[in-house]
């Protein structure tokens, strides 16, 4: 599975960005996968954001970015994507899309070591 994001930069505090990630693969069309998108700020380690089941029934959101964030799928164009709203500087990292084997209907993995495939990042840097 290759993954590629997208849709990072810099903006203001309280803006929004929409980051994407495409899916391809063998392994990506004959598996039904969850989605989810990581993040690393700087010094850091990698944190859970947001995930999506395979059936895009469930979704799962960290604590402090649920109501601000919106994680969706798109099965046609093999896409997943992160909308990011009310955006906070403590929200300045690079984001990692990742996709994990899961036969969850409802609940995604938040670990990252569920998830074996993932995507280069893509920075998103809030400034105050």
């Known amino acids: 599975v290759q993954l590629q994001a997208s849709g990072g930069g810099l903006v203001q505090a309280g803006g929004s960005l929409k980051l994407s990630c495409t899916a391809s693969?063998?392994?990506?069309?004959?598996?039904?996968?969850?989605m989810g998108w990581f993040r690393q700020a700087p010094g850091k380690g990698r944190e859970f954001v947001a995930a999506i089941t395979s059936t895009g029934r469930g979704t799962d959101y960290l604590d402090s970015v649920e109501g601000r964030f919106t994680i969706s799928r798109d099965y046609a164009k093999n896409t997943v994507s992160l909308e990011l709203n009310g955006l906070k500087p403590e929200d300045t990292a690079t984001y990692y899309c990742a996709a994990a084997r899961s036969t969850s209907l409802y609940y995604p993995p938040r670990s990252v070591q569920a998830y074996e495939y993932w995507g280069q990042g893509t920075l998103v840097t809030v400034s105050s």
């Open positions: 693969g063998r392994t990506f069309d004959d598996y039904h996968m969850a």
